[in-house]
C-alpha cells in the first residue's frame, strides 16, 4: 500500500504564491507519474499537473506559466509552486501517485487533499 500525505495549503491574497508539498510512504516503485488535481465546490476533479519518474510534465491550460510541479525521487515527493494565484484556483488539491501495473505497488492512490482558498 501507498499512503500520501499533503501540506502547504492555505489562505492567500490573488496574486499570491503557495507551495504545496505531497510526501509518498509506502511499497513505491521507482516507475510512477505523481500529479496534483484539484475539485472546486460543485465542480468535478480536474488535472492541475504531472511529473513522470523521469521528471516529464503536463500541465493544464489554465496554470500554465503561474505553477511549477516538481518531485524529489529520493525523498518520494512532489511539490507544487503556485504563483499568480486567481479566485478560481480556489479548490481542494489532492495528490495522486499512479504505479503502472505488474510493477511493485501498482495502483491508483490518493491523498486527503489541501484546501486552497484564494481571496480577490
Known amino acids: 500500500q501507498v499512503q500520501l500525505v499533503e501540506s502547504g495549503g492555505g489562505l492567500v491574497q490573488a496574486g499570491g504564491s503557495l507551495r504545496l508539498s505531497c510526501a509518498a510512504s509506502?511499497?513505491?516503485?521507482?516507475?510512477?507519474?505523481m500529479g496534483w488535481y484539484r475539485q472546486a465546490p460543485g465542480k468535478q476533479r480536474e488535472v492541475v499537473a504531472t511529473i513522470t519518474s523521469t521528471s516529464s510534465t503536463n500541465y493544464a491550460d489554465s496554470v500554465k506559466g503561474r505553477f511549477t510541479i516538481s518531485r524529489d525521487n529520493a525523498k518520494n515527493t512532489v511539490y507544487l509552486q503556485m504563483n499568480g494565484l486567481k479566485p478560481e484556483d480556489t479548490a481542494v488539491y489532492y495528490c495522486?501517485?499512479?504505479?503502472?501495473?505488474?510493477?511493485?505497488?501498482?495502483?491508483?492512490?490518493w491523498g486527503q487533499g489541501t484546501q486552497v482558498t484564494v481571496s480577490s
Open positions: 509506502g511499497s513505491i516503485f521507482r516507475v510512477n507519474v
Open positions: 495522486n501517485i499512479v504505479i503502472p501495473y505488474g510493477f511493485r505497488g501498482s495502483g491508483d492512490y
